[in-house]
């Protein structure tokens, strides 16, 4: 049920990017990713993993948005030094979606403030830095792994994959700003440099579903 949840989220979110298109590449169930760890109302934690400028900020910002109109009560956790989150809450001057800054060494810290405060969908924007994959991936029910199709992206989040099977996480790759999909199919652009490279949908396991 949860993961269902997730999954009809993720995709539904995907009109609100403000991109091209988005496409949910693969969603993947990984061996021990029951997670006893949730307690109280909180529903589902959420962590965006990646590299820098791949959308992470945006693409967690626009399903909380979803989740908060689908009737949920949510939370983000800004770790990113960035604060894109924390600023766009500002901006936005509503206060029906906390946003809360946090280092990453103190998350949870936060995700156990956010249960106690009732929040049922908690997103977590990581920053950049890889080396606090594992700890968000521990505190997560689904992991998602923005990214461009560009080489350094794609280097990137296939070098998040192994290590999060690892985890025994849920995650799932989210392709932001792609050219849509035409009526005879894939752009040649799209397919160049994604279908075709080493690091693409093959190497992610295969899975690959779209969305509207």
Same mark, same amino acid.
């Given at each position: 049920?949860? %993961?269902?949840?997730?999954?009809? @989220? /993720?995709?539904?979110? @995907? $009109? ?8 949910? =590449?693969? /969603? !993947?169930? *990984? $061996?021990?990713? @029951? ?5 109280? %109302? ?8 990646? !590299? ?20 949920? !009560? ?22 029906? #979606? ?5 280092? $990453? ?5 936060? #995700? ?6 009732? #929040?049922?969908? =908690? =997103? /977590?924007?990581?920053? $950049? ?8 991936? *521990? ?5 998602? /792994? ?25 995650? @799932? ?21 994604? !279908? ?15 969305? %509207?």
């Amino acid at each position: 049920m949860l %993961a269902s949840k997730l999954d009809r @989220a /993720i995709g539904a979110a @995907a $009109p609100l990017q403000g991109v091209a298109r988005t496409r949910t =590449l693969m /969603i !993947k169930a *990984s $061996p021990g990713s @029951a997670a006893p760890r949730r307690r109280a %109302a909180l529903l589902a934690t959420v962590s965006f993993v990646g !590299k820098g400028g791949s959308g992470k900020s945006t693409t967690g910002i626009n399903l909380g948005a979803f989740a908060r109109q689908a009737g949920f !009560k949510v939370g983000m956790i800004d770790a990113d030094p960035q604060q894109s989150a924390f600023l766009w809450q500002r901006v936005r001057d509503r206060g029906d #979606i906390r946003v809360c800054r946090c280092n $990453p060494d103190a998350l949870q810290d936060a #995700i156990e403030a956010a249960r106690r405060a009732g #929040i049922e969908v =908690l =997103l /977590i924007d990581m920053p $950049p830095d890889l080396r606090h994959v594992p700890q968000a991936a *521990s505190c997560s029910d689904l992991v998602v /792994i923005p990214m461009r199709p560009t080489l350094f992206d794609l280097q990137v989040t296939r070098g998040l994959i192994p290590l999060l099977t690892s985890v025994g996480v849920r995650y @799932a790759v989210v392709i932001n700003a792609a050219p849509p999909i035409r009526e005879q199919g894939e752009s040649p652009w799209f397919v160049s440099r994604v !279908k075709r490279s080493p690091t693409s949908a093959r190497g992610f396991g295969g899975a690959r579903s779209r969305t %509207a």
